[in-house]
């Protein structure tokens, strides 16, 4: 079975700094982009941050350019997403997400971690 487990979230005031992890198992995790999506609290999603399958390349969205980075080992089958400058607005549930490129589709979904950003 496709599992994700997210990993790092907590408190932080804001400001500070935190990185995220994602084991990724039960698929070859080196085969597909991953994806790091938010869910804010009684609202939708935002989808944070792509990278590629080799970690090449990743896009982001325009509230958290040049703050958050993605990156990724695929000898650990690990997703990272490191957080600096973090602001009361990126208090969310974070979520890795492995995306199925064929389909265009957001495939398995993590269980999320929470990160709370005190103002």
């Known amino acids: 079975d496709v599992q994700l487990q997210a990993s790092g979230g907590g408190f932080v005031e804001s400001g500070g700094s935190l990185r995220l992890s994602c084991a990724a198992s039960g698929f070859t995790f080196s085969d597909y982009p991953m994806i790091w999506v938010r869910q804010f609290s009684g609202k939708g999603f935002e989808r944070v941050l792509a990278?590629?399958?080799?970690?090449?390349?990743?896009t982001y969205a325009d509230s958290v350019a040049g703050r958050f980075t993605c990156s990724r080992d695929n000898a650990k089958n690990t997703l990272y997403l490191d957080m600096n400058k973090l602001r009361p607005e990126d208090t969310a549930v974070y979520y890795c997400?492995?995306?199925?490129?064929?389909?265009?589709?957001?495939?398995?979904w993590g269980q999320g971690t929470l990160v709370t950003v005190s103002s």
């Open positions: 990278i590629n399958k080799s970690g090449s390349g990743t």
């Open positions: 997400v492995r995306y199925e490129p064929l389909f265009k589709t957001y495939a398995s």
